[in-house]
């Protein structure tokens, strides 16, 4: 088990890659590589690229993070949560265009 409980992982401010690898007990590389190739959704890994350097940014979800370490979250839910964010998301703006073609009349 990690050093964490799921009580303080829901109080820190942030979950680092350290924070999350040390609650999951496993290193943090490990963590790292998961997040980078979707095998583990407890947030999301975003790959930074420009000319000059390139790096990755992690957002660890509390909730996400809790739910995995207690089996309770997986991949296929963590899909089936985006669709439904996503087309949440694409009838609203339907509702906003529809919205403000009537505001123009």
Do not use: C
């Not at 009580?7 to 690898?21: G, H, L, M, Q």
């Not at 998961?34 to 583990?40: C, T």
């Not at 087309?87 to 339907?94: A, V």
């Amino acid at each position: 088990m990690g050093i964490y409980s799921d009580d303080e992982i829901r109080n820190f401010p942030k979950i680092t890659i350290k924070v999350a690898a040390d609650y999951l007990g496993i290193s943090p590389n490990i963590l790292t590589l998961g997040m980078r190739n979707n095998l583990l959704p407890i947030g999301f890994a975003v790959h930074n690229e420009d000319r000059y350097r390139d790096s990755w940014t992690y957002a660890i979800v509390p909730e996400r993070l809790i739910a995995y370490n207690h089996g309770k979250i997986n991949e296929l839910q963590i899909e089936s949560i985006d669709n439904n964010l996503s087309m949440i998301i694409k009838q609203f703006d339907e509702m906003k265009r529809d919205l403000l073609f009537l505001l123009k009349e």
